[in-house]
Structure formats: structure tokens, C-alpha cells
T-cell receptor, first 111, second 110 residues
Framework: GQSLEQPSEVTAVEGAIVQINCTYQTSGFYGLSWYQQHDGGAPTFLSY????GLEETGRFSSFLSRSDSYGYLLLQELQMKDSASYFC????????????FGGGTRLMVKP | DGGITQSPKYLFRKEGQNVTLSCEQN?????MYWYRQDPGQGLRLIYY???????QKGDIAEGYSVSREKKESFPLTVTSAQKNPTAFYLCASSMVDTQYFGPGTRLTVL
């Protein structure tokens, strides 16, 4: 099976940088994705890492190390609207390429 | 505008009743999924379909049923066999590595 670990809550101040870590265990790792979900809303796709290294999209970056079964989401210049839950998800080729989601990290941005 | 629609947004059901949640997409995606989300938790896969007229059980399929008669539609029925159905239900479709989610249906059993 697959399992993912990420912190349940992170708090940061506006303008700061925050890193949300994700460690995973899976037999047929194919890629790591990140999704954002505001309270009461639907998850929206943020980024995908299929290979080792850093992917940058504006204020958000995502990193993957396949040898360490580890990735992180980096949010820079935090804004109040970034307060949301962030989920990492792994795609496993031994599970029909389905996504398995972590439990989510609730980010609270304070003024 | 392309996207995924789910209806209704809120649904109330009496115990012992079956209820069907709608999911429609016009993104021309082959794969569609149903997830369940409980408060403060992640998403758990109920059923998925990678092509019309074919679907597979996910991690928590017991008490649920689906059909995929058309590419655009993937309705989910929550049956009376589902012992704790109160949750937020999300439908998604995908192309390659990205899943696109509908707005969700919040089901409450009275």
C-alpha cells in the first residue's frame, strides 16, 4: 500500500516563507502532486514533480527527492489568502496510477 | 467554460434511503473519480473509472455504487448499506497527471 506523512498544522505570518514537508512510502512511485483546498471548497492543483529537483510556479515551489521519498511545498511572500489546507498526493504505478492523498496540512497565515 | 459540475451542493437524507450524487464534466477527460472527505481529513478514493462502461473500486467502496454510461457523467449512489455516509463528496476527472475537482456535495444523514 501507500502512506504519506505531512504535518497537520503550520502557522506563519504574512510575508514570510513556509515549507510543508511530505514523506511517502509506495512501491511503484510515479510522481508527487500538491493540491490546495480552502475551507468548504474543492482541491485545486498546484504542482507536480515526476523527477528530482525543484519546480517553481510564481510564489509556490515544489521539491522532490525520490531517493529520500521526500518532497516539500514552499510558499513565499505569504498572503492571507494562502490560508488553506495543502495536500500532497502520490501516484503509484502499482495501484493503477491512482492518486493517494496525505491527510493535509492546515496553513494559517496571521497578519 | 469547461469544467466539472456536481449537484446538489447540499443534500439531506434520512437513514435507510439511497441517494444519487451527480457529476458531469465537459473537459473530454477519460478518467473520473469519486472521493470522500471527512472533516479535517484527506481524500479517500471510493470508485474510479478510466473509460466508459468500466469502473473499479477504490479504498472505501463498500456501501457505494457507480455507473459510467457516458464519458461526461459518473454518478455516485450512496446506498443504505453505507453506515456513516455524512461527509463531503468530491468528483474529479483527469488527463495525464492533474486531477480537476468539482465543487463537491455535502451529504448529511438526518
Amino acid at each position: 500500500g501507500q502512506s504519506l506523512e505531512q504535518p497537520s498544522e503550520v502557522t506563519a505570518v504574512e510575508g514570510a516563507i513556509v515549507q510543508i514537508n511530505c514523506t511517502y512510502q509506495t512501491s511503484g512511485f510515479y510522481g508527487l502532486s500538491w493540491y490546495q483546498q480552502h475551507d468548504g471548497g474543492a482541491p485545486t492543483f498546484l504542482s507536480y514533480n515526476g523527477l528530482d529537483g525543484l519546480e517553481e510556479t510564481g510564489r509556490f515551489s515544489s521539491f522532490l527527492s525520490r531517493s529520500d521519498s521526500y518532497g516539500y511545498l514552499l510558499l513565499q511572500e505569504l498572503q492571507m489568502k494562502d490560508s488553506a489546507s495543502y495536500f500532497c498526493a502520490v501516484r503509484d504505478r502499482n495501484a493503477g496510477n491512482m492518486l493517494t492523498f496525505g491527510g493535509g496540512t492546515r496553513l494559517m497565515v496571521k497578519p | 467554460d469547461g469544467g466539472i459540475t456536481q449537484s446538489p451542493k447540499y443534500l439531506f437524507r434520512k437513514e435507510g434511503q439511497n441517494v444519487t450524487l451527480s457529476c458531469e464534466q465537459n473537459l473530454n477527460h477519460d478518467a473520473m473519480y469519486w472521493y470522500r472527505q471527512d472533516p479535517g481529513q484527506g481524500l479517500r478514493l471510493i470508485y474510479y473509472s478510466q473509460i466508459v462502461n468500466d469502473f473499479q473500486k477504490g479504498d472505501i467502496a463498500e456501501g457505494y455504487s457507480v455507473s459510467r454510461e457516458k464519458k461526461e457523467s459518473f454518478p455516485l449512489t450512496v446506498t443504505s448499506a453505507q453506515k456513516n455516509p455524512t461527509a463531503f463528496y468530491l468528483c474529479a476527472s483527469s488527463m495525464v497527471d492533474t486531477q480537476y475537482f468539482g465543487p463537491g456535495t455535502r451529504l448529511t444523514v438526518l
